[in-house]
């Protein structure tokens, strides 16, 4: 995806967040229940977390310098953990405001307004999720896709909440308002720890799937004719980038052009095949074959 456009994105994210936060914090006032507040409080995070994703998509597009020679694309991770602790802040503040739901002795109205304005908050928030989640994961972009799993969770925490209050109406059950509450939390909890513990994963050098390493290694073996095996194969995930590094044996009699040009094809063919791969080719003598990893074909 190009810088310009997931800047756009990014940037788009701030302004359907005000959009939500405002409609939300409409339902509330006309309606004035914790439920549609726990709601309401959960787009102040959106709108924070689209502002720490636009700021980790410019910076993580920034070419590699002498201080950072791999690049800076684990920037975006950080923006998803910080997006992951927010998430459980706002979770806190809606435990809250159950607290006082519980304890106080005010009892939400009935509003047409309140809960059309509502829906439109919640349809608006599930597009432009499904928006973020399939562009993040075309263009290999962990802050959109961490964005787009948030405003997820909200869609559906917001149609329970929703739902919920229509029922508190129905059947006067003033309980059930800030109990609403209660459950919304718990979800924005579980979406903030998966978020974070996700990200980590990505901040520790996590690996490529099994599939693209079933991938690199059938690309590796039909492409290396003229080696011997290739063994000690590793990679490594930084936001939109794949590291990959192994060992290439070839014949101990081989010129270092004839080597050379088996890794030039092994790298266009798996650069081809392999969004974001930067490889590195560490070429042994045939003494040093391991008999085991990759078998060229």
């Not at 009892?107 to 928006?131: E, F, K």
Request: charged content about 20%.
């Amino acid at each position: 995806m190009k810088l310009k456009l997931r800047l756009r994105i990014a940037f788009a994210s701030i302004v359907v967040g005000t959009l939500v936060l405002g409609l939300k914090s409409g339902a509330y006032y006309y309606t004035g229940s914790i439920a549609l507040f726990s709601d309401a409080l959960e787009s102040t995070v959106n709108i924070a977390s689209s502002i720490a994703t636009l700021a980790a998509v410019w910076f993580a597009s920034k070419p590699a310098d002498s201080n950072h020679p791999y690049g800076h694309d684990k920037a975006e991770y950080f923006a998803a953990v910080l997006v992951g602790v927010m998430i459980v802040l706002a979770a806190l503040s809606i435990f809250h405001a159950a607290w006082l739901g519980f304890t106080g002795d005010d009892r939400p109205d009935y509003s047409l307004l309140g809960i059309g304005m509502n829906v439109a908050a919640t349809l608006l928030n599930g597009v432009w999720a499904r928006y973020l989640i399939h562009h993040g994961k075309s263009g290999r972009s962990p802050a959109l896709v961490a964005d787009g799993k948030h405003l997820m969770t909200d869609v559906v925490s917001s149609a329970g909440v929703l739902a919920g209050f229509v029922l508190v109406l129905a059947t006067g059950w003033q309980v059930l308002d800030p109990t609403l509450a209660v459950l919304v939390g718990l979800t924005v909890l579980w979406s903030g720890w998966g978020l974070v513990k996700e990200s980590v994963g990505g901040l520790m050098d996590e690996a490529a799937s099994s599939d693209v390493l079933d991938k690199i290694r059938l690309l590796i073996s039909e492409h290396g004719e003229g080696a011997i095996e290739a063994h000690d194969l590793r990679t490594r995930i930084a936001g939109k980038s794949i590291f990959i590094d192994f060992h290439l044996v070839v014949p101990g009699d081989m010129s270092v052009e004839a080597a050379h040009a088996i890794c030039d094809r092994i790298e266009r063919a798996i650069v081809d095949d392999v969004p974001g791969a930067r490889i590195t080719i560490h070429v042994e003598p045939e003494h040093k074959a391991k008999h085991s990893g990759i078998v060229v074909l």
